[in-house]
């Protein structure tokens, strides 16, 4: 799927109607949907009419003169990009009248603009230069003397890309980019007439405004003023390939734009069908980690945890990794050994990896970091709905009438579905925002939420039930749909539990801190206001009852039935990339692909027959499980592919206390991790620059991740575990991903209809893709649930066993910010930490002042799992009595002080919830301590492995 | 493996059906959950737990776990 670097620009958005309109435009008849600009219209009939102001990604604005057109019948000359079609209407583009114009328009523009095309990083992807080309500008008969812009100076504070103001038109292409598609306003014209200019905030340079740096004005300047610093290093890119994002969950669809083997930048795709051709500073600008020197690229083994690693061969690297789970296995039984796969590798990889599990180690004991994230939204919407899934695609916001955020983040967490959300609201649409924290949505200057309730963390359930409670007291329940589309049974249950008095908002009151107004006007407004929708994220699952909050939210969406059409529906916001495939691979130790139990003899079956072994019946050991087995001496191997729970998993000292107790740790990973320096086996993991496969985004859609660069280790991942599991004994012969979806397919009810063939004709699909949707299906539901039935669950809230106390009298609750990801292994190696360089503990100003805190200040935050210290931040986002932090950076220790208390069904870990102390402090903890003294002896071991090389 | 973690995670799936007002549904759902979900070595142990008394489960969660089902023709 190699590219050109230029996509055909049709000028101005694309319009949706039922009614056509026919014209003829430069003797052409063309036939566009009502409401479309003639500039459309005419780039739909292969007409280009010179533009500057206009781009298909942004509303026409009509300032820059150069589209006018002549319409019979009219008089003067309309700008084409503001002008809609009208039935019978008769253009011309090109007239001689026009050509004057154009040139006269084109020749203002030089007149102040630097003469330097040769050496300008625009050269040869320049709209001004081409359209001076288009309009046969010859001369300029002003001169270049006169009052200009030309000495401006250049502001380079982003680390990404430049402002040189010297070369800007003014076309105000990037401060709508900012408004419309982003929806930050960062982006104002500063001064009037010749004095007009793009600036960032007041007067600010790019790095002290607010922008956030996602890079929609870059990618829509016409010029060379915002300009990508890679392409002025490197020059203009020569070909490019479609790639997906290997960030977070909304899965953007990205041109990687090439030379040769390097990546010059990537650029969001116009036809991304999740981004719509939006992107974040992440996916749009942090892919240099690929390339950093902190990579590994040979094959590493040693005997112990305190040996020099030694570089091998790939053979023997893995022929040590497989004789030692064959020797683990043979003394300690089958049992012993586990593998966990990665929600940050493709389909493709983490199908091979549980497949490994299942069929060489002969087990179910494999895992998936959905654990820590998402295993409620697994549990609780597949006990509800019949599906393991969200039910929308991102494009159904933009249907929505009643928007509630829960326990999400979406600005930072999920930044272009955030966008896509504010715009919507922009457009009426009502907000409730139910979180702990004042997230950016609560009160932007653009958007403010209706409601926010404000709860105590860990009363999610309570706040649920409450909302429940009003709906059907006060009959805004949706009967007619419950009666046709649920079980009536279960309902009727679920009904005369909702309604007891104890689940009133004002019995709960207390509990959940919110106000039992607050709780009646969202509940009237989500069930009222036309169509609802929810979205979610980890705030709603690492609870003690995340899956019960979960089912919470599907009893809510079916009792007022915001389910099952455009506009509604339950969205959990997966937090990786690949979160939702991993879990549709088969990842969990209880499911094969396609979430069918170990236990159906017909599946396993099934399974068997295709792979050629017989499976175990059992479930296996989920990942907490494996570690409480580790320590007790059952569980003594593991294979780890694309993880770091040494850094992402609750209570940091249980986890490596259980990796020590281990004697056979293999870690395939692009950097030596915190995981890893706990291993005796590491393999060069592949970055998603490096592969061929697949991803699924939070919306169910399968889209392809492709090669853009030879892997750096020599394998892309999946060719490692298919090495694995024929030293183990387990033939596998795969010759390219493609084949391995094809096996998918072809055992996955829900991905019969999925292959590389035809997500090379369609983009992308989301699933189910079979016989009755051989496109995909965008929604699901839609005319009866998955499990035919919907299933009303009680949801009696249970207090978290986390309480405070006057020891612990705060409650932590973590997050994660914009710049950074997750465990931070990949931001942290790109400029994105100019943005967040460290972990800070926000704590509400009185808070803060009791405790004698200042801004800045060290402060030690103690639980009864453990303590860690991180400087203070002070700011009204908190409400008293909590605190936050993020957890991207290792030595920040958070995850050291998070409990082991974990959702009642899934084991996620209740990171959300941490009874802690705070106070100031001098010196860092004595973990952190630790923690340092045994990185800087691990990067001993590795440094030694150096030496030998050398 | 770990008696105490496993009691704990008995009781977890426990309170969430003390709503339940059928009692033979709720403990037919608890039994079956940690069937569903817990590894043979895990419901062995709990069993050998119940059967030594069941120290530190909730009665609900013990009366459940005796209806576990342990795994049969499992080399695990």
């Not at chain 1, 060719?719 to 991903?737: D, F, Q, R």
């Not at chain 1, 493609?738 to 989301?766: C, K, N, W, Y």
């Not at chain 1, 669950?793 to 249970?798: G, L, P």
Request: proline content about 5%; glycine content about 8%.
């Amino acid at each position: 799927m190699i590219q050109t670097i230029r996509w055909k620009d049709l000028g101005t958005p694309a319009r949706v109607s039922e009614k056509t309109v026919d014209l003829e435009v430069d003797g052409i008849a063309v036939t566009v949907p009502d409401g479309t600009s003639v500039l459309r219209a005419a780039a739909e009939a292969g007409i280009s009419i010179p533009k500057l102001c206009a781009t298909d990604s942004l509303e026409p604005f009509g300032s820059c003169r150069l589209c006018l057109v002549e319409i019979e019948g009219r008089k003067g000359y309309p700008a084409s990009c503001t002008t809609p079609v009208t039935e019978g209407m008769v253009v011309h583009t090109q007239t001689t009248a026009l050509a004057k114009i154009r040139r006269g328009v084109m020749e203002l523009y030089i007149s102040d603009h630097p003469l330097d095309c040769l050496t300008c990083s625009a050269n040869g992807n320049c709209e001004l230069q081409d359209m001076a080309g288009a309009v046969g500008l010859r001369e300029v008969r002003y001169g270049y003397d006169g009052e200009n812009h030309l000495k401006a100076e250049k502001d380079t504070s982003n680390p990404y890309f430049t402002f040189d103001p010297a070369k800007c038109i003014v076309c105000s292409r990037c401060v709508r980019a900012c408004e419309e598609t982003q929806g930050t306003f960062a982006l104002t014209i500063d001064g009037r007439g010749f004095a007009s200019m793009v600036s960032p905030g007041q007067k600010q340079d790019f790095m002290d405004s607010e922008c956030v740096s996602c890079g929609a004005c870059v990618q829509a300047c016409p010029t060379a003023t915002l300009m990508e610093k890679s392409v002025i290093d490197m020059g203009q890119p020569e070909h490019s390939v479609v790639t997906t994002c290997a960030y977070c969950g909304v899965g953007c669809s990205f041109r990687a734009e090439m030379k040769g083997n390097e990546i010059v930048r990537m650029v969001p795709d116009q036809n991304g069908q999740a981004n719509r051709g939006h992107s974040c500073v992440k996916g749009r600008f942090a892919f240099g980690y690929a390339k950093h020197p902190d990579r590994i690229t040979t094959p590493m083994i040693r005997a112990k945890i305190t040996d020099p690693w030694k570089e091998v061969s790939w053979d023997e690297a893995i022929s040590h990794a497989a004789s030692e789970f064959k020797r683990i296995q043979s003394q300690h039984g089958r049992g012993a050994v586990g593998g966990i796969t990665s929600s940050r590798c493709t389909n493709e990889e983490t199908y091979l990896v549980q497949k490994l599990v299942r069929a060489a180690f002969g087990n179910n004991n494999v895992d998936t970091c959905a654990r820590v994230c998402h295993s409620p939204t697994g549990y609780g919407l597949k006990a509800t709905l019949g599906e393991s899934a969200g039910t929308q695609s991102f494009d159904s916001v933009m249907k929505s009438d009643v928007v509630v955020v829960i326990g999400a983040n979406p600005t930072d967490g999920h930044p272009v579905f955030g966008s896509r959300l504010k715009r919507r609201l922009r457009e009426g649409a009502q907000l409730i925002v139910v979180d702990p924290r004042s997230i950016d949505l609560v009160d932007g200057p653009h958007v403010k939420a209706a409601f926010h309730l404000k709860l105590r963390p860990g009363t999610n359930v309570a706040v649920v039930n409450s909302l429940a409670h009003v709906i059907i007291t006060e009959g805004l329940e949706n009967a007619a749909f419950v009666a046709e589309r649920c079980d009536t049974k279960e309902y009727a249950k679920w009904r005369a539990f909702i309604s007891e008095d104890r689940n009133s908002p004002e019995a709960l009151e207390e509990i959940t801190g919110v106000p039992a107004a607050m709780v009646r006007g969202a509940a009237r407004l989500y069930a009222q206001g036309g169509n609802g929708a929810i979205y979610y994220g980890l705030g709603v699952t690492e609870h003690s009852q995340g899956s019960t909050m979960v089912m919470g939210i599907a009893n809510l969406a079916m009792a007022t039935g915001n389910i099952g059409r455009e506009g509604v529906g339950v969205n959990p916001l997966r937090g990786q990339n690949n979160v939702q495939g991993s879990c549709d691979m088969g990842s969990f130790p209880h499911e094969l692909p396609g979430y069918r139990h170990v236990s159906d003899s017909i599946t396993r079956g099934l399974f068997e027959n295709a792979w050629g072994v017989k499976l175990e019946p059992e479930p296996g050991l989920r990942i907490p499980n494996m570690l409480d087995a580790a320590i007790d001496g059952s569980f003594r191997g593991i294979y780890i592919q694309g993880e770091d729970i040494a850094q992402s998993d609750p209570d940091t000292q249980h986890v490596t206390a259980a990796l020590e107790a281990m004697e056979c740790v293999v870690v395939q990973d692009l950097f030596l991790n915190e995981t890893a320096k706990y291993a005796h086996v590491f393999l060069p993991g592949s970055s998603f620059l490096e592969k061929n496969g697949t991803f699924t985004n939070a919306e169910r859609r399968i889209s392809p991740v492709r090669k853009v660069m030879p892997a750096l280790g020599g394998k892309e991942d999946w060719e490692a575990t298919v090495a694995l599991a024929n030293a183990l004994g387990y033939p596998m012969h795969y010759k390219h991903p493609s084949e391995i979806m094809d096996e998918i397919a072809r055992l996955t009810p829900t991905f019969t209809g999925v292959s590389f063939a035809r997500l090379d004709e369609l983009g992308s699909i989301q699933w189910p893709c079979n016989e009755q949707a051989p496109d995909g299906t965008p929604t699901m539901h839609i005319d009866e649930f998955v499990r035919g039935k919907g299933r009303f669950v009680i949801t009696e809230y249970v207090p978290t066993e986390e309480r405070t106390s006057r020891k612990f009298p705060l409650i932590l609750t973590t997050g994660r910010i914009l710049s950074q990801y997750n465990v931070g292994a990949q931001t942290r190696r790109t400029a994105n930490s100019m943005w967040h360089d460290e972990d800070r503990l926000e704590i509400h100003p009185s808070d803060a002042e009791l405790r004698g805190i200042q801004e800045g200040q060290w402060v030690g935050i103690r639980s009864r799992a453990g303590e860690t210290v991180l400087r203070a931040r002070i700011t009204e986002r908190m409400q008293p009595g909590v605190v936050y932090t993020t957890f991207h950076f290792p030595e920040s220790g958070a995850n050291v002080i998070t409990t082991d208390n974990s959702d009642w069904a899934t084991n996620c870990p209740e990171y959300k919830v941490t009874a802690v102390q705070v106070e100031p402090v001098t010196q860092p903890s004595e973990w952190q301590q630790r923690f340092k003294r045994f990185s800087e002896e691990q990067a001993e071991l590795l440094a030694k492995r150096e030496a030998a090389r050398a | 493996m770990d008696i105490k973690r496993l009691v704990g995670m008995a009781n977890d799936i426990a309170r969430f059906y003390t709503a339940e007002p059928d009692h033979e549904v709720a403990l037919d759902e608890i039994a079956g959950h940690i069937t569903r979900f817990w590894d043979p070595r895990m419901r062995r142990a709990l069993a050998d737990h119940v059967a030594g008394g069941g120290e530190g489960l909730s009665d609900l969660a013990r009366e459940a776990a005796k209806r576990v089902k342990l795994p049969v023709g499992s080399v695990l």
